[in-house]
């Protein structure tokens, strides 16, 4: 099984290699297209690995925690690994659909894959600074595709996204710097033992700015304004998978930070303080819009708040929320973007003025459009619903009321901004610049994940034993350090 | 694009180029053990690709290299991977290092490590990536449309 | 950590959080890099009294520690990477629309001016 774990990340670099090196377009689709298909498998493979016999560790090059690199594969890892290769093979076959993205663009597919394993490693990674350079691998990554095909409009964009993404990264260092002066080690492990003999107001005080750096990244509140601002401006696909996958590695590596570094005992009020806000600021952005992927991006913002929320109760019911909170939102978030984008194809605009009955004219997009939405209001039997009602319970087991009265708000004032886009694009009269039907790949890639999120909200009892078990993980810590500082002696 | 050669600097691009490349690669070749490596000696091969860009501009660097700067990318990749991936087929971990000690009657005794290996595709992405910078932002002024 | 130490890296990060206010991206390009310079500066510092060799064969001799080393080492590779980016990014901005300053967001400018209208 360890093996499969390392071939995770070699599935994905050797496809960088190949893409790079093949002249011919439809050998580098085949490359890239083979390798996310495996990259998916093997993700599923080490989830089902990993539910039974517990967490793998790949001590890269031999060298054992906490001198060498570790790559953790836990229950949560291998969740989140799972869903993204289903997310990124998605999007993969999207863009392969809309043609004109790896045309235009020959290194689309190395970019992709390189975004792919900085993914993977982020999720994979035991270790602080290989924490930080998975993020560089997947931002740098990210930063390219953004600006494919830029005019001036989204060089501007861009220059706010990756600016903020580089100052990020800078203060990431000096946390990492900080906490090597304090603890002398970078292993996660490790240093969740040696944490606890620091000084209690050091170790906050690294503990937010942790928090903060992966908040940028995750785009809480009051940190989330180069989002909207950028995130549109892309190609569809892109825009999707950025939707569908980076702001919830940033989700990921706090909760992994804050449980394992900076654990608590008790329901935390600034981060449920900051989860409330990011919540309602977020629909509220979404509702003043009038394009669809800016309504959309305002909307990552505000489902971000939901899985800080449960972050924020620190218990096993709350965390266990939020991971199949994250689950369901990498797929939808993703649907989300890619029926925007057949939206966006079809009449060359997404403004909600511009365009309009398309229920009318191409009513496969609106199938695809309408449980995604409803599953993103968090209505039964979708995806959402799950997720928000375990989030639900767990607060009301905590205790802490306003928060879920705060997110219930929230939740109407989704499904209100979701209705002002299937009046205003889907119904009434279709508008003359409805002329270019949706290539049928692009249909199923996008009509394969709304399944995928059918699936989520049928499974959702065994979604949910899985993510507890991966909470209970995360909160007692000691199998975590057991598997990684015992292993190969 | 017009670009005036100046006498001088192409005759001292021409001993000074292949006395770097030939600095980089040994910096490469001793990298296993001592000060040295893969980025090093790829970064210095990059400076000699920048002195052949002043002198002589972007089209001498592309009829320098062998491979369009992508597929050098891309190849140097290829044999790091390989290279990181043995240790899974031979049952260690994923990018263990191996070493061979050869004793040639003559010369003495080698060694070399599968860390060389990985160094010489670090090398070759180094050197591809700083071509490409030098390509792309090398390129004539594009106006405004 | 040195006091030299310390003191060049809050003036690095000064002096980059300063330029990465400005609207000039060729200012920016350059605060960036300094604020990553600061933050290289700072791992450096973790690293407990510099001063000796990172790696020594000889048993009993000085060492310092050669983690924050490799750090760095991989954090200036990755701001190569990033910096190089940059400026082509600047240079495109710069032949695009022959101006080197970051402009306001189009939508939110449109947003604004609707309710300067409505408000009028």
Same mark, same amino acid.
């Given at each position: 099984m360890t093996a499969v774990v390392g071939l995770l990340l070699v599935i994905p670099l050797g496809a960088v290699a190949l893409t790079l090196l093949l002249p011919k377009l439809v050998w580098r689709r085949s490359v890239s297209l083979i390798a996310s298909t495996a990259t998916l498998i093997a993700s599923v493979a080490v989830l089902f690995g990993v539910d039974g016999d517990g967490p793998i560790i790949v001590n890269v090059g031999g060298w054992e925690a906490p001198l060498g690199i570790a790559l953790v594969a836990d229950r949560f890892a291998a969740l989140m690994l799972s869903v993204s290769a289903a997310a990124l093979l998605g999007v993969l076959i999207f863009a392969v659909g809309q043609r004109d993205n790896d045309r235009a663009f020959p290194s689309f597919h190395a970019v992709y894959q390189t975004l792919a394993a900085g993914v993977v490693l982020a999720f994979l990674t035991g270790d602080l600074f290989t924490l930080f350079v998975a993020f560089e691998i997947m931002l740098t990554a990210s930063y390219v595709l953004i600006t494919h095909r830029a005019g001036p409009e989204q060089i501007r964009a861009t220059m706010t996204y990756v600016v903020v993404g580089l100052v990020a990264s800078g203060l990431f260092l000096v946390g990492i710097g900080l906490i090597y002066a304090a603890t002398?080690?970078?292993n996660l492990a490790d240093l969740s033992v040696r944490l606890a003999e620091v000084d209690p107001a050091l170790r906050t005080a690294i503990g937010w700015l942790f928090f903060m750096v992966f908040g940028i990244k995750a785009a809480i509140f009051p940190l989330f304004f180069w989002l909207p601002d950028s995130y549109p401006t892309a190609v569809a696909p892109v825009t999707a998978i950025f939707a569908g996958l980076l702001t919830k590695v940033g989700v990921y590596a706090i909760i992994r930070t804050q449980t +394992? +570094?900076? &654990?608590?005992d008790k329901p935390s009020t600034p981060i449920l303080l900051i989860a409330g806000l990011t919540m309602v600021i977020g629909v509220l952005g979404a509702i003043a819009q009038g394009d669809i992927k800016r309504i959309l991006s305002f909307h990552i913002i505000s489902q971000i708040g939901y899985m800080i929320m449960g972050l924020g109760f620190f218990t096993v019911a709350g965390i266990a929320a939020a991971i199949v909170f994250i689950v369901h939102q990498v797929v939808v978030k993703t649907v989300m973007f890619l029926v925007g984008g057949l939206v966006e194809n079809s009449s060359g605009t997404g403004r909600l003025k511009e365009v309009a009955g398309v229920l009318h004219k191409f009513p496969v997009i609106a199938v695809l459009f309408l449980p995604a939405a409803l599953s993103l209001a968090g +209505? &039964?039997?979708?995806?959402g619903f799950v997720g928000k009602l375990a989030l639900v319970q767990a607060g009301f087991e905590s205790g802490r009321w306003l928060v879920v009265a705060v997110s219930l708000f929230a939740s109407v004032l989704t499904l209100f901004s979701m209705t002002k886009i299937w009046s205003g694009a889907f119904w009434g009269t279709p508008t003359d610049n409805l002329v270019r039907a949706p290539a049928a790949t692009m249909v199923m890639a996008t009509g394969g994940l709304v399944a995928l999120s059918l699936v989520i909200g049928l499974a959702g009892q065994p979604l949910l034993e899985i993510a507890t078990r991966a909470a209970g993980d995360l909160l007692s810590q000691e199998s975590y350090r057991a598997a990684v500082l015992v292993s190969g002696s | 694009m017009n670009v005036r050669q100046s006498l001088l600097a192409e005759t001292g691009s021409r001993t000074v180029v292949p006395t770097i490349f030939i600095v980089s690669l040994f910096l490469l070749v001793v990298g296993h053990d001592a000060p040295g490596g893969g980025f090093v000696g790829g970064l210095l091969a990059g400076a000699a690709l920048l002195v052949v860009f002043l002198s002589g501009g972007r089209n001498e660097v592309r009829t320098l290299l062998p491979l369009h700067p992508r597929s050098l990318v891309g190849l140097g990749m290829a044999v790091s991977i390989t290279v990181a991936s043995l240790g899974l087929v031979f049952g260690s971990s994923f990018l263990d290092a191996g070493k061979i000690t050869l004793d040639l009657w003559l010369v003495g005794e080698i060694s070399a490590g599968s860390s060389l290996l990985f160094d010489v595709g670090v090398y070759l992405v180094v050197v591809g990536l700083v071509a490409t910078v030098l390509m792309e932002l090398g390129r004539p002024e594009e106006s405004a449309s | 950590m040195s006091p030299v130490l310390a003191i060049t890296a809050g003036a690095l990060f000064a002096a980059g959080t300063y330029l990465i206010m400005q609207r000039l991206l060729t200012r920016i390009v350059i605060g960036l890099g300094l604020i990553g310079h600061g933050a290289n500066l700072l791992l450096l510092g973790? =690293? =407990? *009294? *510099? =001063?000796?060799?990172?790696?020594?064969?000889?048993?009993g001799q000085a060492m310092s520690d050669p983690l924050p080393q490799a750090l760095v080492l991989t954090a200036i590779v990755i701001t190569f990477g990033t910096t190089a980016f940059l400026m082509a990014l600047a240079y495109r901005s710069h032949a695009l629309t022959l101006s080197d300053a970051v402009e306001d967001d189009q939508e939110d400018r449109r947003i604004s001016e609707a309710n300067r209208r409505s408000a009028a």
């Open positions: 002398g080690t970078v +394992l +570094l900076f &654990p608590a +209505l &039964p039997p979708f995806s | - | 973790s =690293g =407990g *009294p *510099p =001063g000796a060799a990172p790696f020594t064969d000889q048993a």
